[in-house]
Every structure is written in structure tokens, then in C-alpha cells.
């Protein structure tokens, strides 16, 4: 089945839910409304004409003054029975960063919705272990978004900096370039 063919039975099924098919480069995506996420994706999943088993990859997106909504959350999908694939997008705004977890429907949806939680501040309901993934528990602030400061929140140093440039203190010693203070530059 092709992309098109897929998005346009995602779209007949969830009529109320799609806003867009988009299609760029022969990529296409569905664009939905986020409130029925879960259930969608669970069609796309147990429905054996799709048979969607693999979640390639999901990330966030922000449309900072571009878009209505200024977050999506974007997945790829991929059936390996049928090997075909489908890009789905849900449109978060910014004044109600929820979204419903596929944690249930896909294992490997577990990291990639902490990291757009960590990434992004997007808070997915129903994940089984939502917290930090890069970034330490104790930072600040969201560093993917587009206004978050490239230095960093002003005025605001990381407590563990002390510790790490600690454990540095050697490296000179031992040829490691690493770029903390007291370490080859």
C-alpha cells in the first residue's frame, strides 16, 4: 500500500481528527489533532491491511512564531510485513503541552518521549517513566526550544559543573583535549 493510500484511509477512519495530508519529496504525512493519538495509533497498529510494528523514530518540532501550534510531535512509522511507512504528526500547543504516550503500543516509544520531554517540556500521560533523559535532573529549562538562550538560563551555572571539572583536573596529564578548565584547549 502506498503512503497516500494510507493517509487517505487514516483520514476517511479519523475524520474529525486529520487536519492535513501533506505530501514533500514523496514523503507524506498526516497531520491530527493530538487528543486521539493513542487511539489512532493503535489502529495504525492492530489493523493488519497497515500492520504499523515498528516505530522508526519520534521526536518534537518547534514552530517558535511560525505556526498556530508551535509544538508537533512527529512519528515515523514502518510495517515490516507490508514494507511501507507513514509520518504522522500531532500539533501541540504551547499553553497545553500534553500528549497520550505510545509507550503501550511500541517499547522503543519509552526514550524517545523522555527526550522530547527533556528536549522540548512536552509531557506525555500515561508514561511509565517520565523524567530527564540527556539533560541532568536538576537543569532548567527546555535547550531545544527556540528560546532557549544558546549560553543557557542567564546568570545560571549547572551545580554539577564543580564535579565534572573535578574529575577533569588530570586530564592534561593524561593528553585528553576536552576543553575544561585546567584541561588542554
Keep these: 500500500m502506498e503512503a497516500r493510500e494510507i493517509a487517505e484511509a487514516i483520514k476517511e477512519r479519523f475524520q474529525l481528527e486529520v487536519k492535513d495530508i ?73 499553553d497545553d503541552m500534553f500528549i497520550n504516550s505510545v509507550v503501550c503500543i511500541w517499547a522503543g516509544a519509552n526514550w524517545h518521549e523522555r527526550e522530547a520531554y527533556d528536549m522540548y517540556g512536552i509531557v506525555f500521560k500515561g508514561h511509565p517513566d517520565l523524567r530527564r533523559i540527556l539533560m541532568p535532573e536538576d537543569w532548567e529549562g527546555f535547550p531545544l526550544r527556540k528560546d532557549y538562550p544558546l549560553r543557557g538560563p542567564e546568570g545560571w551555572e549547572w551545580k554539577g559543573i564543580k564535579e565534572i571539572e573535578e574529575l577533569h583536573t588530570h586530564d592534561d596529564e593524561r593528553g585528553i583535549k576536552t576543553g575544561f578548565k585546567g584541561s588542554r584547549d
Design 22 to 94: 501533506q505530501e514533500f519529496r514523496g514523503q507524506v504525512s498526516v497531520i491530527i489533532k493530538k487528543e486521539r493519538i493513542h487511539e489512532i495509533m493503535k489502529y495504525l497498529y492492530d489493523t493488519a491491511e497497515f500492520c504499523f510494528d515498528y516505530l522508526q523514530d519520534l521526536c518534537g518540532v518547534d514552530y517558535l512564531d511560525k505556526k498556530e501550534k508551535r509544538f508537533e510531535i512527529v512519528y515515523h512509522l514502518y510495517s515490516f510485513r507490508h514494507r511501507h511507512m507513514i509520518r504522522i504528526k500531532a500539533e501541540v500547543p504551547e
